[in-house]
């Protein structure tokens, strides 16, 4: 399996009408689908970029539409046992938050309440299906990494410790020690969840938008499904990261600058992490932030969909071409399926000793 990276071009936003739109799609042949962005030279304007993309989305695309066609395809794989990221990345303002967070309206809603919809409706149809032989439990956990440091979002601010919680390898994934949990059983019990968690969120103003997150934010949905003794468990991870902006270029603050330095190393190891991947090299630093860490690309077992979110406009002229650089190499990223704790030995044989989903074979106690 390999990573899979598109790109979504935002529409203009109201103050933005009278700007000059320098970001376009294209495709590489009539009759294909938008595959192709591009974007003329900062140096020679008569000079044209060209960045290509295992999908684009342009400023017509509706968020219903970006959600059937890149992560409503992999709900079926989810249940099957594998594991589901979902990260948007790009520079602050681009859409990633309205991507994966989105709007109050239905229309609106973004990839993550459209997920959590998905994942209520499939469980149940999967346990009235089985006539209630197989039950789905739905468990949520969000965190926030802010200055390299993990801080549980579903606890009131006054509950964080300076340091933030510690990360631990378990079964060659990372896991965050002391991160709470919570079940929940339907679509409501999400929202009134996530809603009070991103209150919970550390926001700050910045030039370059108001109201931009200085973190990464990550949604992590397990997924348990039980029959008899057998148990199979999968996670969604959705995750909006911090705004990848070149902080020289924003007027930032004192303290803002140490965020900054903190969020562009964080993005700046996972453009290494990008490289080292698509390179073939033997080391990734991973290790050298806890946002790579945890995202493991190109290590966790299953499906990685990178969302670069793009502004058509001048004024992101640069951080664009940057941004566009990372994710155009992170396409080339393939993924390993790594092999869980305990063979599922139903498997068909070929895929035996290749890895396979997450199942776990343990008594109920
Ligand atoms: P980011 O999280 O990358 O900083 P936001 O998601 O906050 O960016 O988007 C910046 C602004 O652009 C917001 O006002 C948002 O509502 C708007 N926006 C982003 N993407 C879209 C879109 N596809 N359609 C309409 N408005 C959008
Ligand atoms: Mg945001």
Same mark, same amino acid.
């Given at each position: 399996?390999?990573?899979?990276?598109v790109?979504? @071009?935002?529409?203009l936003?109201?103050?933005?009408?009278?700007?000059?739109?320098?970001? *376009?799609?294209?495709?590489?042949?009539?009759?294909?689908?938008l595959?192709?962005?591009? +974007?003329?030279?900062?140096?020679?304007?008569?000079?044209?970029?060209?960045?290509?993309?295992?999908?684009?989305?342009?400023?017509?695309?509706?968020?219903?539409?970006?959600?059937?066609?890149?992560?409503?395809?992999?709900?079926?794989?989810?249940?099957?046992?594998?594991?589901? *990221? +979902?990260?948007?990345?790009?520079?602050?303002?681009?859409?990633?938050?309205?991507?994966?967070?989105?709007?109050?309206?239905?229309?609106?809603?973004?990839?993550?309440?459209?997920?959590?919809?998905?994942?209520?409706?499939?469980?149940?149809?999967?346990?009235?299906d089985?006539?209630?032989?197989?039950?789905?439990?739905?468990?949520?956990?969000?965190?926030?990494?802010?200055?390299?440091?993990?801080?549980?979002?579903?606890?009131p601010? !006054?509950?964080? *410790?300076?340091?933030?919680?510690?990360?631990?390898?378990?079964?060659?994934?990372?896991?965050?020690?002391?991160?709470?949990?919570?079940?929940? !059983?339907?679509?409501?019990?999400?929202?009134?969840?996530?809603?009070?968690?991103?209150?919970?969120?550390?926001?700050?103003?910045?030039?370059?938008?108001?109201?931009?997150?200085?973190?990464?934010?990550?949604?992590?949905?397990?997924?348990?499904?039980?029959?008899?003794?057998?148990?199979? !468990?999968?996670?969604?991870?959705?995750?909006?990261?911090?705004?990848?902006?070149?902080?020289r270029?924003?007027?930032?603050?004192? !303290?803002?600058?140490?965020?900054?330095?903190?969020?562009?190393?964080?993005?700046?190891?996972?453009?290494?992490?990008?490289?080292?991947?698509?390179?073939?090299?033997? /080391?990734?630093?991973? /290790?050298?932030?806890?946002?790579?860490?945890?995202?493991?690309?190109?290590?966790?077992?299953?499906?990685?969909?990178? +969302?670069?979110?793009?502004?058509? @406009?001048?004024?992101?002229?640069?951080?664009?071409?940057?941004?566009?650089?990372?994710?155009?190499?992170?396409?080339?990223?393939?993924?390993?399926? @790594?092999?869980?704790?305990?063979?599922?030995?139903?498997?068909?044989?070929?895929?035996?000793?290749?890895?396979g989903?997450?199942?776990?074979?343990?008594?109920?106690?």
């Open positions: 399996m390999s990573v899979r990276v790109a979504r @071009i935002r529409p936003l109201e103050k933005e009408l009278d700007k000059d739109v320098i970001v *376009t799609a294209d495709r590489a042949q009539d009759g294909k689908p595959t192709i962005v591009k +974007i003329p030279s900062p140096k020679n304007e008569a000079e044209e970029f060209s960045f290509a993309f295992n999908s684009v989305y342009d400023q017509a695309t509706t968020q219903e539409e970006l959600f059937t066609a890149e992560v409503a395809p992999h709900l079926k794989a989810l249940f099957q046992g594998y594991d589901v *990221t +979902i990260f948007a990345y790009g520079v602050t303002g681009t859409g990633k938050t309205h991507t994966m967070r989105g709007g109050l309206k239905l229309a609106e809603r973004g990839v993550i309440p459209r997920l959590l919809s998905n994942v209520f409706r499939r469980g149940k149809k999967l346990a009235k089985s006539n209630g032989e197989t039950t789905v439990d739905v468990a949520l956990s969000y965190y926030e990494i802010y200055n390299d440091k993990v801080f549980d979002l579903l606890e601010p !006054e509950k964080r *410790t300076p340091s933030g919680l510690p990360l631990r390898e378990k079964d060659g994934k990372t896991m965050v020690v002391g991160l709470s949990e919570r079940t929940c !059983e339907d679509l409501k019990d999400f929202e009134k969840l996530y809603i009070e968690a991103n209150n919970n969120r550390v926001t700050a103003a910045t030039k370059l938008n108001a109201h931009s997150s200085r973190s990464h934010a990550i949604l992590r949905v397990k997924v348990t499904q039980t029959t008899g003794d057998m148990v199979r !468990e999968s996670t969604a991870s959705a995750i909006d990261l911090a705004g990848s902006e070149d902080n270029r924003t007027d930032n603050g004192k !303290e803002r600058l140490i965020e900054s330095a903190a969020i562009n190393k964080s993005l700046f190891v996972l453009s290494q992490c990008i490289d080292a991947i698509s390179r073939g090299d033997k /080391r990734i630093p991973y /290790r050298e932030s806890k946002m790579t860490r945890i995202l493991s690309l190109g290590q966790n077992n299953g499906i990685t969909i990178m +969302i670069l979110n793009l502004a058509p @406009i001048r004024s992101y002229h640069l951080d664009t071409i940057s941004s566009l650089n990372v994710s155009s190499r992170a396409k080339r990223i393939e993924v390993r399926e @790594i092999e869980n704790e305990v063979v599922f030995k139903q498997l068909p044989r070929s895929t035996v000793g290749l890895g989903p997450n199942v776990i074979r343990q008594p109920l106690r």
